[in-house]
């Protein structure tokens, strides 16, 4: 099993850019969310799907938009990238029954 | 609100200590806590994961407790090892559609 896939790795934007995260998993977990961490700020949520046609929003959703047309994608797209959405996004899923969340590998995202 | 705390924010021990990492949460009624290690410049992996049914949980030189009723968790390494060196995240959900909320984490280093 390959878990949770993210692509791409690494990022490089200029502000006002947009650009779309990838997010895929295989374990047919109905729970997807993503995460972005920041130095001193931790791990904090950006938006989450609880299955397929289902979104809504975590701590930090400004500036993003996800969609989940199925079970096995989450992606996460900046519409018009700014500054202050330099940071590092994780992809995670779990089953809702057993609650173990799988982390992604991450992207690594700066915007000039 | 939940709140995650995990103090201190970096710890440095000799090889072959035993060791504990604390985390505390303000809302007991949590789902499970899960910890996981970080890797600098990677993604999470995840460790132990304790329902809330449980008291403990163990893996190889790992183990962790969990106390609802005081709000708080340990994760126990034995006989400690420079490999060991990373940094460890505490999360705890609430409720089985929530998010994960996170304490910002222990950097341990074990010196050889």
């Known amino acids: 099993n390959a878990g949770v896939t993210q692509t791409p790795k690494f990022q490089v934007l200029k502000t006002g850019q947009s650009m779309t995260l990838q997010c895929a998993q295989d374990m047919n977990h109905e729970y997807m969310s993503w995460y972005r961490q920041d130095p001193g700020m931790g791990l904090r949520l950006i938006h989450y799907s609880v299955g397929a046609g289902i979104t809504d929003q975590g701590e930090v959703p400004n500036g993003y938009n996800v969609s989940r047309s199925t079970t096995e994608d989450f992606p996460l797209r900046l519409l018009s990238a700014a500054p202050s959405q330099t940071s590092v996004y994780f992809c995670?899923?779990?089953?809702?029954?057993?609650?173990?969340?799988?982390f992604g590998s991450g992207t690594r995202l700066t915007v000039v | 609100k939940q709140e995650v705390t995990q103090i201190p924010a970096a710890l440095s021990v000799p090889e072959g200590e035993n060791l504990v990492l604390n985390c505390s949460f303000t809302d007991s009624a949590i789902y499970n806590l899960q910890w996981f290690r970080q890797d600098p410049g990677k993604g999470l992996t995840s460790l132990l994961l304790i329902q809330s049914s449980q008291r403990e949980q163990t893996s190889g030189r790992l183990n962790a407790s969990l106390d609802k009723s005081s709000g708080r968790s340990t994760l126990y390494i034995a006989a400690s090892q420079p490999g060991d060196s990373a940094t460890y995240l505490c999360a705890v959900r609430t409720g089985a559609n929530s998010k994960l909320t996170f304490g910002k984490g222990i950097t341990l280093s074990v010196r050889p």
């Open positions: 995670a899923s779990s089953y809702i029954s057993q609650g173990g969340y799988t």
